[in-house]
């Protein structure tokens, strides 16, 4: 170690000890980290400044004066008033340098002990019908942000009113603005007679400090507590497209799955409300859910808007349809995926499909908000219900039988129906659960069917029971079915965590999809068509129902991400709808 004097500067110890880094041992990098630190220049000139500051902090320093600004003032205009010298002409531009400005003013405030915010004065030429009321002089501080304040005008009186403030803006967080406030003038500017959208874009293009004269509002304090109301956006919302809402720049941009808290329902036309995971703390402007059903029913009545936004799909009906197969292999319990696949393709050659989205036209639910609250199964509870659903050229069926086959204590597949005879090397509840074509028909009839279908002359299912089955031995439950049927799986009894897998193709550009490694060679142009049309129609009609989407690049890679995304629904709290999760 180098030996330092007791009179050396912190400074010149420094120094010393940056020449005695050799950076040729063990710890080279660290060292020649250390030496490029302590050799920049900036740490030198900042060790210099506080070994001045230590010296004169001993001295005890008191200020000479306390008013250096005026006194530099004073001698400027002294300076101004006679004939320059170029030594007076140099100090007179010295003191005229904002720079030393500030560092007068600084060492005046430090003499003085004056630390108190200083508050704009009053103006001297108030109005003569303000002399009886209440005037508030309010200066706020805005950046790029905007104010968080919606104005209106008053039908009665004229004036221009504070509408709302918005949680977390600038006004706000002053809490010198307040709901009822009359906004007078801008920054000395007259707002009276001005439109508000005018004002609207004074307060948006002012940057730094605002100036407003406000009649405070004779109310009571605001108590209001924030709501604790968190809203699963169920479409896309742009605020600068619609033309209703009243501010613009207050309002909120969001995407079918956003998770939204409410904070104020003060209005019952524009919530205030914030998006769930966005740093921003200040709130902005939505619509509410009776203003955004009114306008899209009566959209609706006038043929302007389409009638699919129901936010429930349509019924499942169970056809019984008979299906023929070129295949004359045997169809058992490992494969009866394959089969519901012949019967989705023979239905999409019959036009018959799901996919069409034709909703009821009795149905009234629209696609607006739904109530959610974070969920996660505890130890007492069954896990929850992984429903697949897949577009064409998806593959679902193989993904989940080859998440079951890597884990099947861990995972369970709900043992088909089938009123064909057993097979010698069949078990009663394993491959199947073999019945009478009757009590498969009275079963369809009670509704206890979730998907089931014709092959041969023998009916195929799947039932409700048979899921609950698997769920009540503690196991993940996962199953592939068309996406219809998820209504009657959407329940607080099953609470499904819903998987959209859709292939690769979706996402690629035209000319490279018949290379896609998750569809295989010789894909035709029609077919690659077919399947993105397929994926958008299943997005329309029930992407809002939809907890993930799953891109399917090649089976490997989709296997690994459905088994982490599994692990997450079971370890972390998911949003669900509040209704599952409400204590009776």
Not at 361 to 378: A, C, G, M, N, R
């Amino acid at each position: 170690m180098p030996i330092v004097s007791a009179s050396a500067g912190l400074h010149e110890t420094l120094a010393l000890l940056t020449s005695h880094l050799h950076p040729d041992t063990k710890y080279k990098e660290d060292l020649v980290f250390l030496k490029e630190v302590f050799s920049d220049r900036s740490i030198g000139y900042l060790m210099k400044i506080h070994e001045k500051l230590k010296h004169f902090e001993k001295r005890s320093p008191s200020p000479v004066l306390h008013s250096a600004s005026c006194l530099a003032k004073d001698l400027a205009e002294e300076l101004q008033n006679g004939p320059l010298e170029g030594d007076e002409r140099e100090l007179l531009l010295l003191l005229s340098t904002p720079h030393l400005k500030a560092v007068l003013s600084a060492h005046d405030t430090v003499a003085q002990k004056n630390f108190d915010p200083v508050l704009p004065p009053l103006p001297d030429d108030l109005d003569e019908d303000l002399e009886e009321e209440s005037v508030k002089i309010v200066r706020l501080v805005k950046n790029k942000e905007p104010l968080g304040a919606t104005i209106r005008r008053d039908e009665a009186t004229g004036a221009v009113i504070v509408a709302r403030i918005m949680r977390g803006g600038a006004a706000d967080r002053s809490g010198l603005v307040h709901v009822g406030d009359e906004l007078r003038e801008v920054n000395g500017n007259l707002i009276t007679h001005k439109r508000p959208d005018e004002i609207t874009q004074i307060l948006s293009h002012s940057q730094g400090s605002i100036t407003l004269k406000i009649i405070p509002a004779v109310l009571a304090d605001d108590k209001l507590k924030e709501s604790k109301l968190y809203l699963r956006a169920l479409f896309d919302y742009t605020p600068f497209e619609d033309k209703a809402m009243p501010c613009q720049e207050a309002g909120l941009s969001f995407k079918r799955g956003d998770i939204l808290q409410v904070v104020s329902q003060e209005d019952a036309t524009w919530w205030q409300a914030k998006k769930v995971g966005d740093c921003s703390l200040r709130a902005a402007l939505i619509p509410s859910t009776q203003f955004q059903e009114r306008r899209l029913r009566y959209r609706m009545k006038v043929g302007s808007f389409p009638a699919l936004m129901s936010s429930k799909a349509p019924p499942y009906n169970h056809p019984l349809n008979k299906q023929t197969c070129d295949s004359e292999g045997a169809v058992n319990g490992r494969d009866v995926a394959s089969l519901r696949r012949s019967f989705r393709l023979r239905k999409d050659h019959q036009n018959t499909s799901v996919e069409a989205c034709v909703p009821e036209s009795t149905q009234t639910d629209l696609l607006i908000y739904e109530e959610v609250s974070k969920y996660l199964p505890s130890s007492s509870e069954r896990p929850r219900l992984i429903v697949l659903i897949g577009s064409r050229g998806a593959r679902v069926a193989d993904l989940k039988q080859k998440v079951i086959t890597e884990n099947p204590r861990r995972y369970g597949l709900a043992v088909p129906h089938t009123t064909r005879a057993r097979k010698s090397h069949e078990r009663e509840g394993v491959e199947y659960h073999f019945t009478t074509k009757a009590a498969f028909e009275a079963d369809i009839h009670d509704g206890k069917f979730i998907e089931y279908g014709e092959y041969k002359d023998n009916l195929y299912g799947t039932s409700l029971q048979s899921i609950r089955t698997i769920l009540d031995q503690n196991k993940l439950c996962v199953v592939d079915l068309q996406p219809e049927a998820l209504r009657t799986l959407r329940t607080a009894d099953f609470k499904p965590y819903i998987v959209f897998v859709r292939p690769h193709i979706y996402d690629c550009r035209r000319k490279n999809l018949s290379s896609s490694s998750s569809l295989g060679a010789g894909i035709t142009e029609e077919s690659l068509q077919d399947m993105m049309q397929s994926a958008e129609r299943i997005d329309e009609c029930y992407g809002h129902w939809v907890d993930y989407v799953l891109v399917k690049e090649d089976p490997i890679s989709a296997l690994a991400e459905l088994q982490l995304l599994l692990d997450k629904v079971q370890l972390e709290p998911q949003w669900v709808p509040v209704s599952w999760i409400k204590k009776s």
